[in-house]
């Protein structure tokens, strides 16, 4: 058990890390790392190299940004077997919306409780 927190701390760490360096060394804007790391989890779930490292590293893999874009490509590739081309574009949101609605709920009741700076 104290072994699958570590290896979650170490893989979220690096993943981390790596977004980090993204912004430090390359000098990339946040907006630019979090693409990256969304497009990243895409391609490494069209690889099929995404889920093994969710295995291996349960929350240390599903937390980071980089599980976006493997949700993504999951879920488009499950549906486009089941409904084709349309399954491509369901699927994607088929699979994100609650995450996309609770960022929105959410973003919007903090507007309203606090004051912006700006």
Same mark, same amino acid.
């Given at each position: 058990m104290s072994a699958m927190f570590f290896w979650a701390f170490v893989? /979220?760490?690096l993943i981390c890390v790596i977004g980090q360096i993204l912004m430090d060394v390359f000098k990339l804007?946040?907006?630019h790392t979090l693409a990256s790391l969304v497009v990243a989890g895409a391609i490494l779930d069209g690889f099929g190299l995404y889920e093994p490292l969710i295995?291996?590293?349960g929350a240390g893999a599903t937390i980071p940004i980089t599980?976006? /874009?493997n949700s993504?490509?999951?879920g488009a590739l499950q549906e486009a077997e089941k409904h084709g081309i349309i399954g491509v574009l369901t699927g994607m949101f088929e699979v994100t919306s609650a995450g996309i609605s609770a960022a929105i709920v959410f973003g919007f009741i903090g507007a309203l409780l606090?004051?912006?700076k700006g």
């Open positions: 893989v /979220g760490g804007t946040p907006a295995d291996f590293a599980s976006f /874009g993504l490509v999951h606090f004051r912006p």
